[in-house]
């Protein structure tokens, strides 16, 4: 076609990226570097689940072969020529290493007094006027305090969750939010806010999943042209996906198929070899069934062998008797 295809790395985020071999074979060698998850690569050939790729952007090895889907995972998919300039162009925001985790409220504390109730709505507030002049870290310890005081609401943990989000600690957000929907499982705010931390740690499908949990409670449009991006990188996932089940399902038909011809052609051999076997038998039989011996044997059931001793079917297990036709010798 001429046009340069490029593909976006979308696994890996919980292994540090995505494996990276010399060769087309996964049994090739092993590249001690792995392709971090978010890389840009420049298409260079495709074998079936495997692609050769030039790195564009992102960290790992500049060339190499990489599975696109491993089982139902999808590693690497296209990316849409259209958004090719984008790409190159978005800044990456770097996580911030998560440490310790903000605090939890006591397990023993179910409902406050009205004096802590007050406490904790006073903290709520003066966090929201932190974060609204953009003193993060002084919204942060105001809501943790407020937490700590025991039994929060829902939306002091997805206030919670914005403030860590926007600190670029995006795992602990996103715990913030289980809570906050664990406690309300209809508050939409917590839903597009784990919807941005899955998008910073790259979980394209739960990031998909939350922004239309989200939007369907309360649309809002900055949240719908955010998850659109996102939409279109989980359809291209699931193409791919679909792509590599339709091969499996191909590769295995086709097995079966071969499996059902070798079955019809052993068959027809084994008749093959049985109607030989009959034809065999009735032309031995042809030939002696007049022999006054072979009537006899087949009369009685039995004939005796040189010894006298009675014997029935033949060693050879072609003939129906043991028969033995004396021949007179010249002294």
Partial sequence: SGQQ????????????????????????KQLPERLSTGSLLAELEVEGDRLHYKRVRGTGPDEGWVTTCLK????????????VGERLEATEVKLVEEGELPPLPPADVNELTVEEQEQQDRLADEAAEALQDGNLEVALSLLNSAICLGAPPAKIYSKRAEVLLKLSRATAAARDCDLALSLNPNQAKAYKVRARSNVMLKRWAEAHADFQSGLSIDYDDASYEESKPIADKVKEMQRVAAERRQRLEAAQASQQKAALEERRREARAELAKQEQERAEKALRESRIAHEPYYVLAKRQGWFTDFLGIKRGRCKCSKCDFYVWKPVRMNS
């Fill in 72 to 83: 139902t995972k999808v590693l690497v998919c296209r990316v849409r020529e259209a958004d």
């Fill in 5 to 28: 295809q490029f593909w976006e790395v979308v696994g890996g985020q919980d292994t540090g990226g995505i494996l990276v071999r010399e060769g087309l074979s996964t049994q090739s």
